[in-house]
Each structure stands twice: as C-alpha cells, then as structure tokens.
C-alpha cells in the first residue's frame, strides 16, 4: 500500500534562505508524486508532479523536487525563500482503488513560516 | 475562470442537524472527490466520484452521503451532524483516470458542529 511521510510538521527558516520541507513515500509500484501548497483559507495549489519522465522536476514559484528512489525521498527545496512562501505544503502520492481508480494519498502537512 | 466552487465557505451546526455541501466544477472533469482537513492528519479521502451517477466510499464514509446528479455537482451531505465531523471540507475533481493526473482543489467549506 501506499503511504507518504513529512518530516517536520514546521519548518523555519529567514527570508533568503534555502527551503527544504521533506517527504519520503512507500509504494510497491512506481509511484506518482505530487507538491501541493496551501495558502491561508485557500484550497490546494498544484506546484508540482513527479510521474517519472524526469527525477528533477520544477514546479512554479521557484520551486523544485528531486526524486530519489533508492532514498524513498521526494524533498522540495527552493533555493532563496520569499516572504510570500509561507504556507502549508502537503506532499502526495497516487494509489490505486480497488476497482482501478486512482486517489491520492496525502502526507499530514508541513507549514512553512518565512521570517524577516 | 471558476474551476472548482465550493458552498458554503463557511456554517456552524447543532448536534443532530443536518445540511449539504455543494461543489460544483466548471472543466468537464470527470471524476469528483471530497476529502476533510483535520490538524495533524492531511487530508483524508470521505466519498469520490467517477461520473455523473456514480458514487463510492473513500476512507472515512460514515456519517457522510453523495450525490452526482449532474456531472458539474457533487454534493456531500450529512443527515445528523456530530461535533467529530467538524472541519474544513475540501472538493476535488481530476480530468480522467490515471496516477499522474493532479486534482483541482475548492477553496474548502469550515464546518463547525456545536
């Protein structure tokens, strides 16, 4: 079965600053991966989605995710944090129902605070 | 462009009443999801759809009802509401089947159960 795992329900970090929010998968399949960010009273944003044509893969707002398998990892990083990041991240993986539909399976959650 | 609208965005019930979500999606899609956010616990899949006149089970179904009457709907309904149901509703809906197709997220609706 599927599962994903966050490492760090809050991550901290100074304007400028690397940002580097955590995720590490299971699956018996090749796995699908999603970013997805959330701002305050707002629905999820797709940032981005692994589905195996690239281990590197870049999403919007200057954010990027490399896949690892041999580390189960699929962390997200962005090299210079903004203000304007701060944010719940959730990291997901796709599964499949019985019956052959796809859900997604979400991790709890990281929230990100960008400070000054 | 509306994508996917979800009402109301927020509601405040008594034990035992009852009410609807409505989530209504704008792109032709397909398939239709509710999920709710608990603090701690991500989102948790209650009901999906995967077309106008079908409904299945998620994770956490009970207490919960569906409905796909039309394609662009998919509403979620709860008969006798308890203060364990309060949360913050999430609709989905995806274009087609298949692992690496993303979800379109609702804004959520903020239910709380007194």
């Known amino acids: 079965a599927q599962s994903v795992t966050q490492l760090g329900s809050h991550v901290s970090v100074s304007e400028g600053a690397l940002v580097l929010l955590r995720c590490n998968y299971s699956s018996s399949v090749p796995p699908y991966l999603f970013w997805y960010v959330q701002y305050p009273n707002q629905g999820l944003q797709l940032l981005l989605k692994y589905t195996s044509a690239a281990t590197l893969v870049k999403g919007i707002n200057g954010f990027e995710a490399e896949f690892k398998k041999s580390e189960t990892s699929f962390h997200l990083t962005k090299p210079s944090a903004h203000m304007s990041d701060a944010a719940e991240y959730f990291c997901?993986?796709?599964?499949?129902?019985?019956?052959?539909?796809?859900?997604?399976?979400f991790g709890a959650g990281t929230r990100l605070a960008v400070h000054p | 462009n509306a994508g996917v609208t979800q009402t109301p965005k927020f509601r405040v019930l008594k034990t035992g009443q009852s009410m609807t979500l409505l989530c209504a999606q704008d792109?032709?899609?397909?398939?239709m999801y509710w999920y709710r956010q608990d603090p701690g616990m991500g989102l948790r899949l209650i009901h999906y759809?995967?077309?106008?006149?079908?409904?299945a089970k998620g994770e956490v179904p009970d207490g919960y009802n569906v409905s796909r009457l039309k394609k662009q709907n998919f509403l979620l309904g709860l008969e006798s509401a308890a203060p364990s149901q309060t949360s913050v509703y999430f609709c989905a809906s995806s274009p087609e089947q298949g692992n690496n197709q993303p979800q379109h997220f609702g804004d959520g609706t903020r239910l709380s159960i007194l």
């Open positions: 997901a993986v796709s599964a499949t129902f019985s019956g052959g539909y796809n859900k997604l399976i």
């Open positions: 759809s995967v077309g106008e006149g079908t409904t």
């Open positions: 792109m032709n899609h397909e398939y």
